[in-house]
């Protein structure tokens, strides 16, 4: 069974943490995601484990990071200079077919889904 688990650090940035079990690690493509109440799915951020392009959507270019950690079978989302719009419940998701990457612009169609995180940026 393959299972992802978020959680968060704060310290003025927040960093998301999705640890992966289940799974070689390094055979996914990946990806952040958030719902906001009312929206459509979001999707932030990809990258294939195993080296490649990286996605970012515009309305986070420049101020999250997606990255990982091969030896902690963790993927993680650097949030800098956070914004009260960037209030969300944010998602990991993983999949090992490289068209999953292609699917997180519009959303994401990924066969594995955290459990989500609720993010709130008070203004």
């Known amino acids: 069974e393959v299972e992802l688990v978020e959680s968060v ?3 003025g940035s927040l960093r998301l943490s999705c640890v992966v079990s289940g ?3 390094t055979e996914l493509y990946m990806g952040w995601f958030r719902k906001q109440p009312g929206k459509k799915r979001e999707g932030l951020a990809g990258l294939y484990i195993n080296g490649g392009t990286t996605y970012y959507a515009d309305s986070v270019k420049g101020r999250f990071a997606i990255s990982h ?3 902690n ?3 993680y989302l650097q949030m800098n200079r956070l914004k009260s719009e960037d209030t969300a419940k944010y998602y990991c998701a993983a999949d090992p077919h ?6 997180v612009s519009w959303g994401g169609n990924f066969g594995y889904w955290g459990q989500g995180i ?3 940026v008070s203004a």
């Open 118 to 120: 609720q993010v709130t």
């Open 23 to 25: 799974y070689t690690f």
């Open 73 to 75: 079978n963790t993927l």
């Open 9 to 11: 650090q704060t310290g």
């Open 69 to 71: 950690d091969k030896a």
């Open 98 to 103: 490289s068209d999953a990457f292609d699917s």
